[in-house]
Each structure stands twice: as C-alpha cells, then as structure tokens.
C-alpha cells in the first residue's frame, strides 16, 4: 500500500513562490510515475506535472511550463513542486499521484492520492 503525504500549500500573493512537498510510503514498484494535479472548486481536476521513472525530465501542462518544477529526493522518499509567479487561476488544492500511468495526464490512471494542499494566491 503506497500513501502520499502533501505539505507546503498556502496563501501568497501574485507573483510570489510557495514549495510544495509530497512524502511517498510504501513499495516503490507501485509508483514508477508520481504526479501533481490540482483541482479548483467547480473545475475538474487539472494535470500539473509528472515524474516517470527512466524518464530524466519531468512533464508539465503548457499553463506552468516555465513557472513549475518538479523534483524528487529518492533519498527522502520525497517530490516536489517548486512554484514560482504565481497568479490567482494557480489556485487550487495541489494533489499527489501514484501509480503506473501510462498516460500520466489522465487523473483516472493513478491509483494512489494525497489528502491534498491548498494553494491561494490573492493579494
């Protein structure tokens, strides 16, 4: 059983940064591809970005190529999302994701899900 701890999210104003964090338990085999959704109310839930293990470059949805990074600690069991210029249509409750994925934009081919982290950004 994977589990999938989210830190991190908060209020920042626009143009500001905030690093999220999401702790994985559990055998790494259930977890070659680990995402970032994020889902805002009364929108569905929303690609971010994906890790796919033998892949050496993360994945990112055009909204935040360029603003996004996605890192990982395998040392720490640990990803990241490092958002920079933020802007309000950011916010959102950031997800983790595990699972296989082979199409790692789709939600419903992760089997694994955090609790989630609220991001605001608002001044």
């Known amino acids: 059983q994977v589990e999938l701890v989210e830190s991190g999210g908060g209020l920042v104003q626009p143009g500001g940064s905030l690093r999220l964090s999401c702790e994985a338990s559990?055998?790494?085999?259930?977890?070659?591809?680990m995402g970032w959704f994020r889902q805002a109310p009364g929108k569905e839930r929303e690609f971010v970005a994906a890790?796919?293990?033998?892949?050496?470059?993360?994945f990112y949805a055009d909204s935040v190529k360029g603003r996004f990074t996605m890192s990982r600690d395998n040392a720490k069991n640990t990803v990241f999302l490092q958002m920079n210029t933020l802007k309000p249509e950011d916010t959102a409750v950031y997800l983790c994701?595990?699972?296989?994925?082979?199409?790692?934009?789709?939600?419903?081919?992760?089997?694994?899900w955090g609790q989630g982290t609220q991001v605001t950004v608002s001044s």
């Open positions: 559990g055998p790494t085999f259930s977890r070659p591809t």
């Open positions: 890790l796919r293990r033998g892949f050496g470059s993360p």
């Open positions: 994701a595990a699972g296989n994925a082979p199409d790692y934009r789709l939600y419903g081919e992760y089997v694994y």
